[in-house]
């Protein structure tokens, strides 16, 4: 593989995380060695996306203690500050390990624009990117900055969603 990339797929639109996890299963389909680190996403269940990839071999890991208070008022900020700190840690070993070609830093736009990380532990994950790994960050809100070092950048945009109708998220199309 040539020089390694870095892409961000960002905005208020559905699809961030669906658009990285295609071209997981992309590169796993031609050999690649893909890890997903997932932020602020939920241990008890598995998406349609972390189920179908498992079956590719394209290695997932949820970190633990990152409900956010959109979710779960009672969250105290400081543990959950606490656990994305300790993730961010372990993201850069793997990232470092050297075992991957691509790393998708799942929802880490987010967790860096609503403060709970900071562009600092963004620049030391891009510094940890060996040279030819790509590496992709997705989430809503990607700081200018991040956008800045990016080679990629898309940003769904929402034009029309069901949810302001009260459709609620449906198992196999939203998650």
Do not use: W
Not at 71 to 85: C, Q, T
């Amino acid at each position: 593989m040539a020089k390694g990339l870095i892409h961000i797929y960002t905005g208020e639109g559905k699809g961030k995380t669906t658009a990285a996890f295609g071209l997981a299963k992309r590169a796993a389909g031609h050999g690649r060695r893909v890890l997903v680190l997932q932020f602020l996403k939920s241990r008890n269940s598995n998406s349609g996306e972390i189920v179908s990839s498992l079956k590719t071999g394209i290695e997932v890991i949820k970190f633990e203690g990152q409900t956010t208070p959109l979710f779960d008022p009672a969250v105290k900020l400081s543990d959950l500050k606490k656990s994305i700190k300790k993730a961010i840690n372990q993201s850069i070993k793997e990232i470092k390990s050297g075992l991957y070609d691509i790393v998708i830093m799942d929802e880490l736009n987010t967790v860096l624009s609503c403060g709970y990380a900071t562009m600092r532990d963004a620049e030391k994950i891009i510094n940890a990117k060996p040279e030819k790994m790509e590496l992709i960050f997705t989430g809503r809100g990607a700081p200018k900055e991040l956008i800045a070092l990016a080679d990629y950048v898309t940003e769904m945009r929402m034009i029309k969603h069901p949810y302001s109708k009260g459709v609620k998220a449906r198992k196999g199309i939203e998650f």
